[in-house]
C-alpha cells in the first residue's frame, strides 16, 4: 500500500471516552504532521513530528497527545474532549523538506 | 511573517465555463514554494502543483493552468472548460525554503468551487 493512511474515517465519541486516530505512511517520508480542519475556519497545525521528534506543538490542549513510534506511523490519542473539537483531523508527511505534503484522507471526528 | 489570501471564499460556475482562482502571499524569504491542493468531497487534500520561487514559468497541465507572478505576489490557478468533478475546496499554499528537515506549509483560507451541470 502506498501514499497516507489515515484510520479510522469516522469516529464519534462520548466527551469521557479514550481513542487513538492512526495515520500511517508508506512513502519513506521523514516528517509527519496533524492537522485540524474545523467548518469555516482555516486549516490549523497541531503537532510536527521530524525523525520520530516532536519539533512543534502549537498551543493544543493537554487532552490531544501525539504519539510517533517510528518514521512510519503517528497517532493522535484522545480524551476527555468537548464538542468544539469535532473536526476533520489530517495527517500529512514529508521529506526532508523538500517543498509540500502529502495528505492523509482524514478522520472526520464527531465528539457528543 | 508569512500569509497566504484567497479573497474568493465561493465560486459557482455553470460547466464548462473557465474560471480563476486568485492567490496573493506575503513572505519575507527569497526562496519559497507555492503550492496549490484541491480537497473534494471525500476530504483528502490533492497535491495538484508545487512552483519554486525562481521559477515564475507558467505551468498547463490538461485543463489546469497556474500564473504565478513575483511582481504582484500572485499564484493564480485557472480551470478550462470547468467540470462537475473540478467541484471541491481549493488551497494556495506557501513554505519558506528549506532550513530544516520539515516543512512549515501556511495554507489559505480556501476557495470553494461549484461547479453547475
Known amino acids: 500500500e502506498t501514499g497516507v493512511t489515515q484510520t479510522p474515517r469516522h469516529l464519534v465519541m462520548g466527551m469521557t471516552n479514550k481513542k487513538s486516530l492512526k495515520c500511517e505512511q508508506h512513502?519513506?517520508?521523514?516528517?509527519m504532521y496533524w492537522y485540524k480542519q474545523s467548518a469555516k475556519k482555516p486549516l490549523e497545525l497541531m503537532f510536527v513530528?521530524?525523525?520520530?521528534?516532536r519539533v512543534e506543538n502549537n498551543s493544543v490542549p493537554s487532552r490531544f497527545s501525539p504519539e510517533c513510534p517510528n518514521s512510519s506511523h503517528l497517532f493522535l490519542h484522545l480524551h476527555t474532549l468537548q464538542p468544539e473539537d469535532s473536526a476533520l483531523y489530517l495527517c500529512?508527511?514529508?521529506?526532508w523538506g523538500i517543498g509540500g505534503y502529502t495528505f492523509g484522507s482524514g478522520t472526520r471526528l464527531t465528539v457528543v | 511573517a508569512q500569509k497566504v489570501t484567497q479573497a474568493q471564499t465561493e465560486i459557482s460556475v455553470v460547466e464548462k465555463e473557465d474560471v480563476t482562482l486568485d492567490c496573493v502571499y506575503e513572505t519575507r524569504d527569497t526562496t519559497y514554494y507555492l503550492f496549490w491542493y484541491k480537497q473534494p468531497p471525500s476530504g483528502e487534500l490533492v497535491f495538484l502543483i508545487r512552483?519554486?520561487?525562481?521559477?515564475?514559468q507558467n505551468e498547463i497541465s490538461g485543463r489546469y493552468s497556474w500564473n504565478f507572478q513575483k511582481s504582484t505576489s500572485s499564484f493564480n490557478f485557472t480551470i478550462t472548460a470547468s467540470q462537475v468533478v473540478d467541484s471541491a475546496v481549493y488551497f494556495c499554499?506557501?513554505?519558506?525554503?528549506?532550513?530544516?528537515?520539515?516543512?512549515?506549509?501556511?495554507f489559505g483560507p480556501g476557495t470553494s468551487l461549484s461547479v453547475i451541470p
Open positions: 513530528y521530524s525523525l520520530e521528534e
Open positions: 500529512a508527511s514529508s521529506h
Open positions: 512513502l519513506g517520508h521523514n516528517a
Open positions: 512552483r519554486n520561487s525562481f521559477d515564475e
Open positions: 499554499a506557501l513554505s519558506e525554503a528549506v532550513k530544516t528537515s520539515y516543512d512549515k506549509v501556511i
